[in-house]
């Protein structure tokens, strides 16, 4: 079993996606997170829906959330107005305190994915066709997936030992 | 829109549950983690899928997780055996390292869930009965629930303005 054969399709976005669609596609979907890629469908970035949040809340309140109790509740049907005219650019942290995305080839086994995952603390792995940093997304592998797999014990590499 | 409106129900396990039963729970919804509640039904913990990872992979691959290149991929059947004998409280990380569950009380507002799970980065806030350390868990709140609400402009107090 590789990476090859768990990797599922995986919403995207690009840096300059409006920050609207990408929050809505975050609550449509319930993931952990969107993969962000450059123009070439590399992945260099994980979108999480808390860095949604981040940007809607204003920083004062971000630093001491017990503030939040004094913004007037009728403020929380216009909250997403100030993802008007962002982009997912603007959503990201900065890079020492981005997330990284761990990525993995297509031949990367069940073990080395595991082993990625846990290492990084990651809900997801992105599969790229190749080992170069710049080769294109095929799909992801989330944490769910794997231990589905893990757990069904039909992880191994497929060959049955009909002996 | 109050937390109580917001909290659904949410899949929960005990120091003592099983780890292989945490762990099918984990792979069969997909959840971004299970919240740990000690035995007055209180949440004590966040189990995210990750830990689950760590347990099943030795220490030295976690180290260096190119080194699950060198394990036999028939290994990948067996590795969940690991988790036989094994419960919760063997996944969780030591409490220094832990991940800290945001809790919430049923009048809490949108605007306070949001600035909480954007000051913890957590993809899940649980809700409890009262804002008393020992209250039970009613429910939780995922990012992508609470970034619907936003979204659909109808997070506010629930009272219109019919004027």
């Known amino acids: 079993m590789l990476a090859q054969d768990l990797a599922t399709p995986y919403p995207t976005v690009r840096m300059d996606t409006s920050a609207r669609e990408a929050a809505q596609l975050l609550a449509e979907r319930h993931l952990p997170g969107l993969i962000v890629v450059d123009k070439d469908d590399h992945p260099v970035a994980i979108l999480p829906g808390s860095q949604v949040l981040r940007l809607l809340i204003p920083t004062y309140v971000q630093d001491d959330p017990t503030l939040a109790r004094v913004l007037e509740e009728k403020y929380a049907d216009k909250i997403c107005d100030v993802l008007d005219g962002k982009t997912v650019a603007d959503m990201l942290p900065?890079?020492?305190?981005?997330?990284?995305?761990?990525?993995?080839?297509?031949?990367?086994?069940?073990?080395?994915?595991?082993?990625?995952?846990?290492?990084?603390?990651?809900?997801?792995?992105?599969?790229?066709?190749?080992?170069?940093?710049?080769?294109?997304?095929?799909?992801?592998?989330?944490?769910?997936?794997?231990?589905?797999?893990?757990?069904?014990?039909?992880?191994?590499?497929?060959?049955?030992?009909?002996?």
């Open 94 to 163: 900065s890079d020492s305190d981005r997330k990284r995305l761990p990525v993995v080839a297509p031949n990367d086994t069940v073990l080395e994915i595991a082993a990625l995952m846990a290492a990084h603390r990651s809900p997801v792995v992105a599969v790229v066709e190749a080992r170069d940093r710049k080769a294109p997304l095929i799909g992801a592998i989330t944490t769910a997936d794997l231990l589905e797999r893990l757990l069904s014990g039909t992880a191994g590499s497929g060959t049955t030992d009909a002996s």
